[in-house]
């Protein structure tokens, strides 16, 4: 038996029928490489195999109205893969929409909290013959860097099945002990006001360090600072769902021209996608948008339990008309976000959860999303960003190759879209989930988003050009003008040689002159 942890089990308390808290992973895969050829039985035989030494993959939620504390995790005895492996075809002519369509469908509904809380639906039909996979776990289980490691333990390096680790064999969650539970939880109850009372003094003591940073310039947006945009709102269960991929050499040239980083550039390119989009629709803000984004904390916290993660708010310099400017403005947004957020303590989201009570978040959520109250107050952020770090090179999904990988974060009351990326050998992947009724149709984002790339791709080689091999001028470009101006000094003469060609002129106009008195 494992107690959860409260930052994991916030996740199941702010969950309500409209706020799904699962994350969602589309896999496309090529069938023709699964040695032996593909049979849907084979390929969920060898998904029973792997799950045997997954054991996160093997537990499920217990709990008890005695519990004055988290729920807990226990083995799951009676697990059936057919209870959490499904098949359906996707409709005709199975290309991306119809695809995407689907996987939407599925993303809306929620997970049985009486099994382990995952799922998996092949999706056969594909154009092309390639096979599609959604994977759908609860956010109470994964974030984003382990979510990533789950999905790669059920792929290999090779077509071919590779040795798994004998030893997960043997761990197991355990079983449920009603008295345990109800000790732990007492004890756990007592302890809190004096964890409270030694939690609120260190991060008192952090405020007035923000200002102070504030006041330099140097704090990262502060939350409710965000101006109101159609995703904005109290979101319903309906998702949609838009995906795309991109050359990852592409954005690294882009990155390494301009001097900033890749993360740099997915959030401008993000943003110039979400100015282009909104300009469309006549609903540009003349604030620029905030994006939250969650940056992982795996190797600097200690607390026990699966989510470990900090998040910074940024700004996307969508009020930036100039492609450059917009740029420089996010990279140091991010710049300065990654300094203030290195001021916060990476256990400080996770001690603060452990307080967070079943019932009255439960109420809370449910409450605030009656009374629409996420309209009713100032924004906090637009929309999450993810960037999920992926292996640079191939993977087999269950002996298939992988195509294609799109991940997918949940979306929130105030906040109904989320963008998640991933790169997997040399391409950068691409997922945005939205709620239906703020907008059906995700896709104009990701050809802005491609169509911002090429953008970029130009100016890079315009940059390139005029600063020279010792990269001379690289330092005068701070918007699209400068860009222009350095062009132009490129294109036009050196005032020197219009000197020696004045001069030259004049030598040449005399001795015309000369030579016609000599004839005289």
Not at 98 to 103: Q, R, S, V
Not at 156 to 182: I, Q
Request: proline letters at 6%; aromatic letters at 8%; one cysteine or more.
């Amino acid at each position: 038996m494992q107690r959860l942890s409260g930052l994991d089990a916030s996740f199941l308390y702010f969950e309500t029928p409209s706020q799904l808290l699962h994350v969602t992973v589309l896999i496309t895969v090529d069938p023709s490489s699964v040695p032996g050829g593909y049979d849907f039985e084979k390929f969920k035989a060898e998904l029973d195999r792997r799950v045997k030494y997954m054991p996160p993959l093997r537990r499920k939620l217990q709990d008890s109205l005695l519990n004055l504390d988290h729920p807990v995790w226990v083995e799951d005895k009676d697990f059936d893969i057919d209870k959490h492996v499904h098949r359906i075809a996707v409709p005709s002519p199975g290309g991306n929409k119809e695809f995407g369509d689907l996987a939407a469908h599925f993303a809306g509904i929620a997970l049985d909290r009486k099994a382990p809380l995952w799922e998996l639906w092949v999706m056969e039909g594909l154009e092309g013959g390639e096979i599609g996979v959604l994977v759908k776990m609860h956010h109470s289980t994964v974030d984003g860097v382990s979510g990533a490691n789950f999905i790669t333990q059920l792929c290999s390096l090779t077509p071919d099945s590779d040795l798994l680790e004998e030893k997960n064999l043997d761990v197991h969650a355990g079983g449920y002990g009603a008295v345990e539970v109800l000790l732990g939880g007492a004890m756990s109850t007592v302890a809190k006001p004096f964890q409270f009372m030694s939690l609120l003094p260190h991060t008192m003591s952090l405020l007035p360090k923000w200002v102070m940073r504030a006041r330099k310039g140097e704090a990262m947006p502060a939350p409710f600072s965000a101006p109101r945009t159609r995703f904005n709102k109290t979101i319903t269960g309906h998702r949609t769902i838009a995906f795309g991929a991109t050359d990852l050499s592409c954005i690294k040239r882009v990155k390494k021209t301009f001097g900033c980083t890749v993360n740099d550039i997915v959030l401008t390119l993000v943003a110039s996608a979400m100015r282009k989009y909104l300009i469309a629709k006549d609903e540009l803000p003349s604030n620029s948008l905030v994006a939250m984004v969650p940056m992982s904390v795996h190797g600097m916290s200690n607390r026990p339990g699966t989510n470990h993660v900090s998040g910074m708010f940024m700004s996307l310099a969508t009020a930036q008309e100039d492609p450059v400017k917009r740029l420089r403005v996010i990279a140091k947004s991010t710049d300065v976000a990654k300094k203030h957020n290195d001021t916060i303590d990476a256990d400080l989201l996770t001690d603060w959860a452990q307080f967070a009570a079943p019932s009255v978040f439960g109420a809370a959520v449910r409450t605030y999303s009656k009374l629409r109250l996420a309209e009713k107050h100032p924004t906090v952020h637009n929309l999450v960003i993810s960037n999920v770090p992926g292996p640079n090179f191939p993977l087999y999904f269950l002996g298939a190759k992988i195509t294609a990988m799109y991940p997918m974060g949940p979306v929130f009351h105030g906040a109904g879209l989320n963008l998640t990326v991933v790169s997997m050998d040399g391409t950068l992947y691409s997922g945005f989930i939205g709620c239906r009724e703020m907008e059906a149709d995700l896709w104009p984002l990701i050809d802005y988003m491609e169509e911002a790339l090429q953008e970029y791709e130009e100016l890079a080689e315009r940059f390139e050009n005029v600063q020279g091999a010792d990269g001379e001028g690289a330092d005068k470009v701070e918007c699209k003008e400068d860009l222009d101006q350095l062009d132009y000094e490129n294109e036009a003469p050196d005032e020197s040689v219009k000197d020696m060609g004045s001069a030259l002129g004049s030598l040449a106009e005399k001795a015309a002159k000369q030579k016609l008195r000599t004839r005289r």
